[in-house]
């Protein structure tokens, strides 16, 4: 596949959170921002807890075939411009907490820094699960726990 057509595919466009990927730099933090788009769209469409799971697994799912069609494709596993798992993580990561500018910061700031430095168990999922299934897991193992760290977080500063 030519690079132009990579980019006019719809995996591609997905797998990029619709270009942001191909952004200079740090293609992940902008991939964040991506998340932050989702979840807004989420918390604006549906107030229910119930929603908001179902639409993120189904993101998950997607997210899990495309990143593994995508990086076959490419012959790089988790290439940077493949943000879509950073898409899902963050949505994970703000499950359930106030939708105020404090608390969308706060998971992206914590969301990022897990992100990057993966502590444990973020590492081994890194280094031993090379699929699209991985790449989908250790972000949303970054979220999980970021989210139950907002979480705590809230309860003490309610």
């Given at each position: 596949?030519?690079?132009?057509?990579?980019?006019?595919?719809?995996?591609?466009?997905?797998?990029?959170?619709?270009?942001?990927?191909?952004?200079?730099?740090?293609?992940?933090?902008?991939?964040?921002?991506?998340?932050?788009?989702?979840?807004?769209?989420?918390?604006?469409?549906?107030?229910?807890?119930?929603?908001?799971?179902?639409a993120?697994?189904?993101?998950?799912?997607?997210?899990?075939?495309?990143c593994?069609?995508?990086?076959?494709?490419?012959?790089?596993?988790?290439?940077?411009?493949?943000?879509?798992?950073?898409?899902?993580?963050?949505?994970?990561?703000?499950?359930?907490?106030?939708?105020?500018?404090?608390?969308?910061?706060?998971?992206?700031?914590?969301?990022?820094?897990?992100?990057?430095?993966?502590?444990?168990?973020?590492?081994?999922?890194?280094?031993?699960?090379?699929?699209?299934?991985?790449?989908m897991?250790?972000?949303?193992?970054?979220?999980?726990?970021?989210?139950?760290?907002?979480h705590?977080?809230?309860?003490?500063?309610?």
């Amino acid at each position: 596949m030519t690079e132009n057509t990579k980019k006019n595919n719809w995996m591609y466009w997905i797998a990029t959170c619709f270009g942001l990927g191909y952004l200079p730099a740090v293609p992940g933090t902008w991939g964040t921002f991506g998340g932050i788009a989702l979840y807004l769209l989420l918390i604006v469409i549906s107030s229910s807890s119930l929603f908001y799971i179902l639409a993120v697994l189904i993101a998950f799912i997607i997210g899990c075939w495309i990143c593994e069609k995508v990086a076959q494709d490419m012959k790089v596993y988790d290439h940077g411009s493949v943000v879509w798992d950073e898409v899902v993580g963050y949505c994970i990561s703000m499950f359930a907490l106030p939708h105020t500018f404090f608390w969308i910061t706060a998971g992206f700031i914590l969301f990022r820094i897990f992100d990057i430095i993966k502590p444990w168990p973020i590492v081994l999922v890194d280094e031993k699960m090379k699929s699209g299934f991985g790449m989908m897991l250790d972000d949303v193992l970054a979220g999980i726990e970021v989210c139950f760290i907002l979480h705590i977080l809230h309860v003490f500063i309610r």
